[in-house]
């Protein structure tokens, strides 16, 4: 007996209610998480400077690692961007959560109890390709940039690297973001071939295109050095084989159907 969506009997104003409350949640999830990054800020800087202040000791540059703001507000402003990055990132599976509650009411009843798999899938590979950028990526993408600076030609002229706190969060934010999206890759081919929009052998089949948008990405979202590169094309690669793998056991029973009927006509 096959599984049908629950009938909707929510009017459009319901809906509209449901995706209030659904959003009121997300917020409210937001702002704890960005009160608990507040309170440690200090801490989050030290976690995220770690990667630049290696390089630049591992460097030639003389002098002690550190962070410049150029007005008095200008730090403040960095630790409220510092917090709203980190309170998304904490707020992340109660939104995802809340994202799925929205939309369960018109799937099955089967695919309505991946909520909880789908919440910690997406945050766990979230975490993994930010924690990936930052404890591999961003060292050798920091020496590579630091080792940039120095002396100049023969006549004594230093270039000497002046990095603002700002300009620092804004790289390191789009660049774990980066890590972490691009790590999402299995969970929506997943839900790709749960549509039917996508099955294992036609991913077979993009294999060799997707090889060269990883490397098309990978040069977009990181810094100019090939290194960083290969190291976000690398586990995109393998999380595209992964994710075929994902797509074969899902959509196997559906490619057979579909040679059999293909066989017959």
Same mark, same amino acid.
């Given at each position: 007996?096959?599984?049908?969506?629950?009938? %909707?009997?929510?009017?459009?104003?319901?809906?509209?209610?449901?995706?209030?409350?659904?959003?009121?949640?997300?917020?409210?999830?937001?702002?704890?998480?960005?009160?608990?990054?507040?309170?440690?800020?200090?801490?989050? @800087?030290?976690?995220?400077?770690q990667?630049?202040v290696?390089?630049?000791?591992?460097?030639?540059?003389?002098?002690?690692?550190?962070?410049?703001?150029?007005a008095?507000?200008?730090?403040?402003?960095?630790?409220?961007? @510092?917090?709203?990055?980190?309170?998304?990132?904490?707020?992340?599976?109660?939104?995802?959560? %809340?994202?799925?509650?929205?939309?369960?009411?018109?799937?099955?009843?089967?695919?309505?109890r991946?909520?909880? +798999?789908f919440v910690?899938?997406?945050?766990?590979?979230?975490t993994?390709g930010? @924690?990936?950028g930052?404890k591999?990526?961003?060292?050798l993408?920091?020496r590579?940039?630091?080792?940039?600076?120095?002396?100049?030609?023969?006549?004594?002229f230093e270039?000497?690297?002046?990095?603002?706190?700002?300009?620092?969060?804004?790289?390191?934010?789009?660049?774990l973001i980066?890590?972490?999206?691009?790590?999402q890759? +299995?969970?929506? &081919?997943?839900?790709?071939?749960?549509?039917?929009?996508?099955?294992?052998? %036609?991913?077979i089949?993009?294999?060799r295109?997707? &090889?060269?948008?990883?490397?098309?990405?990978s040069?977009?979202?990181?810094?100019?050095?090939?290194?960083? %590169?290969v190291?976000l094309?690398? +586990?995109l690669l393998?999380?595209?084989? &992964?994710?075929?793998?994902?797509?074969?056991? &899902?959509?196997?029973?559906?490619?057979r159907?579909?040679?059999?009927?293909?066989?017959?006509?």
């Amino acid at each position: 007996m096959s599984e049908e969506p629950e009938e %909707q009997t929510m009017t459009f104003w319901e809906h509209l209610e449901e995706l209030r409350s659904r959003i009121i949640k997300m917020a409210l999830a937001f702002v704890v998480g960005a009160i608990v990054a507040w309170i440690y800020r200090a801490e989050v @800087l030290v976690w995220l400077t770690q990667p630049f202040v290696e390089a630049w000791n591992t460097g030639a540059l003389g002098e002690k690692a550190s962070l410049h703001f150029s007005a008095p507000a200008s730090l403040f402003f960095a630790y409220v961007k @510092l917090a709203v990055m980190a309170g998304l990132i904490l707020a992340l599976p109660v939104m995802l959560y %809340q994202l799925w509650a929205f939309i369960a009411p018109g799937l099955y009843s089967n695919e309505r109890r991946l909520a909880i +798999p789908f919440v910690l899938s997406s945050t766990t590979l979230f975490t993994c390709g930010a @924690l990936f950028g930052w404890k591999v990526a961003f060292p050798l993408a920091f020496r590579y940039l630091l080792d940039f600076a120095g002396p100049v030609g023969s006549e004594g002229f230093e270039v000497k690297p002046t990095v603002m706190v700002d300009d620092y969060l804004d790289f390191v934010s789009r660049m774990l973001i980066a890590f972490g999206a691009t790590f999402q890759l +299995p969970v929506l &081919i997943f839900f790709l071939s749960i549509a039917g929009i996508v099955n294992y052998r %036609q991913l077979i089949r993009f294999g060799r295109y997707f &090889i060269v948008i990883a490397f098309v990405l990978s040069a977009v979202l990181t810094p100019p050095d090939i290194t960083s %590169q290969v190291l976000l094309a690398t +586990p995109l690669l393998a999380l595209y084989g &992964i994710s075929i793998g994902i797509s074969y056991v &899902i959509t196997r029973k559906r490619v057979r159907e579909m040679d059999a009927k293909a066989s017959k006509s």
